[in-house]
């Protein structure tokens, strides 16, 4: 096949929700009805439903062991539908975020009876800083929810994204009926009893269809006319450049759960969800169908498995042809690099590819030379803009406990910190290292895998430090009578970037007002902003 007719063939999406609406479930059901699992259960939770850490490392062991989780391929009539995986946990949002600068489009799942929460506001605003395609899925209708006129309000309001309803519900909770879909013009009703995944559905356009009118109630396809009606007049009407552009979700209402809405949402997620597309380079716009060959890293994977201490590093392919044990240069380093065994990942089974195609994620055997951000191509210097590293706001200093293991405890921050774990600043003098991350749960994380990936033992010692900013300037002088004001506040980032550690917004606010010619950056992008230039 050629390269534009695999590309057609591709959709790549992430399901992304606040914790517990449901994302676990839906994955789950979407691999079953698109034939990729046979039996319920076999996806692993990746959530941490206690917020211990031993409940994380048992996870993270298994996960790291069976990366497969990571990405989740699957081919559905003859489209081949790449779905990655996100952590549903706060502490690792950063990872999340970065995973969604590798997709096409994503699936968010809201819960009926909570709404609009806390992650899926955060999770919005990096999409829409993408302008990411959203399709919405209002899960667990088998429960008493909010009226659903009030949820679409919240869901305009809250995340700033016009909607329009694909189904309407019939009913909620225990009154729960089916769905209308507004599209097909076709009832489909809801049995709390179904749970085959052959075809949980009874569908009817007719709406004196007897079967419709015994289970339904007339009351209830009265109050569904009167609805529709309303809707139709209140809500935009499907658009795809609208939805393609972000500004215009389609929403769909079922229960994960029961299986209820989830092959709808799958057949029209394939049929308006794009393909690969045009990729913004630091340098150029990357189109997928050029020849040669880019993709940048996303994300990497610890081996937690102690026989096999490499890493894992996964690259999404942005344009041309990716074959195994072809040279590809690595633009950082400079150096060309061939990968023996890159390795695909469907469903619950890897396998080493000999070739893949845009939007495809392969995994790539690491000894290090990797790092979240890294670009492979076939010589051209260029870089893609992933989502910025958000500045810490919780910064503590390790504490070496085994001064025989320094090397070790260097090298193992060093690696965990480049497989964006947590974000590692340097302050002299004495060259203390400083952690900083955006939850608590990564310093546990970190202390356990110093121990048992490199032998190394810390603790962490808090820092009255709320924030870290990048400091950038064009008046040198002025930057260097900053960082001699505040040095007991000053540290550098791995490329030697001077950040300035804020005790309180208060003094943040007052050292922006002390030093005008200074900017004070809160995320990473002034980095690829510079490559720009
Ligand atoms: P997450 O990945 O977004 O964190 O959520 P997950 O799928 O794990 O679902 C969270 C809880 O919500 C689970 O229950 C799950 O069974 C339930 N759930 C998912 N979809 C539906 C639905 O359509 N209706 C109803 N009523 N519940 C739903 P749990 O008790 O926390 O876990 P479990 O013991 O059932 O696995």
Not at 438 to 446: P, R, T
Request: include cysteine; charged fraction near 30%; proline fraction near 5%.
């Amino acid at each position: 096949m050629d390269l534009k007719s695999e590309i057609k063939k591709r959709r790549t999406f992430a399901i992304i929700s606040h914790p517990d609406a449901g994302k676990t479930t839906l994955t789950e059901k979407l691999l079953l009805f698109g034939g990729a699992i046979q039996t319920a259960g076999a996806v692993r939770s990746n959530k941490i439903r206690k917020t211990t850490t031993s409940d994380f490392m048992e996870i993270e062991k298994q996960r790291g062991i069976s990366v497969s989780t990571s990405v989740m391929a699957f081919d559905y009539n003859n489209i081949r539908v790449n779905i990655l995986d996100t952590p549903g946990h706060k502490d690792f949002a950063e990872d999340t975020y970065r995973t969604l600068s590798a997709v096409d489009s994503v699936i968010l799942v809201v819960d009926c009876v909570k709404g609009v929460e806390e992650q899926t506001r955060k999770l919005m605003e990096v999409c829409r800083m993408r302008n990411t395609p959203v399709m919405i899925f209002i899960n667990k209708m088998d429960r008493e929810g909010i009226h659903p006129y009030d949820l679409l309000d919240e869901l305009e309001s809250e995340l700033k994204i016009a909607v329009c309803p694909y189904t309407w519900p019939i009913g909620n909770g225990k009154q729960f009926k089916g769905v209308y879909n507004l599209f097909k013009e076709e009832v489909q009703i809801y049995s709390p009893e179904k749970t085959s995944v052959s075809e949980s559905l009874i569908s009817t356009k007719d709406i004196k269809d007897p079967k419709l009118r015994d289970y339904v109630g007339i009351e209830n396809i009265n109050r569904l006319w009167e609805e529709i009606d309303f809707v139709g007049s209140m809500f935009e009407s499907f658009n795809m450049p609208l939805y393609r552009e972000g500004y215009l979700a389609p929403l769909f209402f079922g229960s994960a759960l029961n299986n209820f809405g989830v092959l709808e949402l799958l057949e029209t997620f394939l049929e308006i969800a794009p393909c690969p597309g045009v990729i913004q380079g630091s340098e150029r716009l990357v189109e997928p169908d050029e020849e040669q060959l880019t993709g940048f890293v996303f994300k990497i994977h610890a081996n937690l498995d102690p026989n096999h201490r490499d890493r894992i590093a996964f690259m999404r392919i942005c344009s041309g042809r990716f074959e195994r044990n072809k040279f590809y240069f690595h633009t950082r380093l400079e150096k060309k690099i061939r990968f023996s065994s890159p390795t695909s990942f469907m469903a619950n089974n890897k396998s080493i590819v000999d070739e893949a195609f845009p939007g495809d994620v392969v995994g790539l055997y690491d000894s290090g030379n990797f790092k979240i951000g890294d670009t492979l191509s076939e010589g051209e210097l260029i870089h893609f803009k992933g989502v910025p590293s958000f500045s810490p706001e919780i910064l503590r200093e390790v504490v070496n406990r085994d001064p025989l293991k320094t090397k070790q405890l260097d090298k193992g921050v060093r690696q965990m910190t480049d497989e964006g774990v947590a974000q590692l600043f340097m302050q002299q003098p004495g060259n203390r290292k400083i952690i900083g991350t955006v939850g608590e749960l990564q310093y546990e994380v970190i202390k356990f895998r110093l121990e048992h990936e490199y032998g190394a033992k810390c603790t962490f010692s808090p820092l009255p430090f709320i924030k870290a900013c990048w400091v950038t300037t064009d008046d040198k002088k002025e930057l260097d009578k900053f960082i001699a004001r505040k040095s007991g506040a000053i540290a550098y980032d791995k490329e030697n970037n001077p950040v300035f550690f804020a005790e309180s917004e208060w003094m943040l606010k007052l050292a922006r007002e002390n030093f005008p010619a200074i900017t004070f950056h809160e995320t990473s992008d002034f980095k690829i902003k510079a490559l720009e230039k």
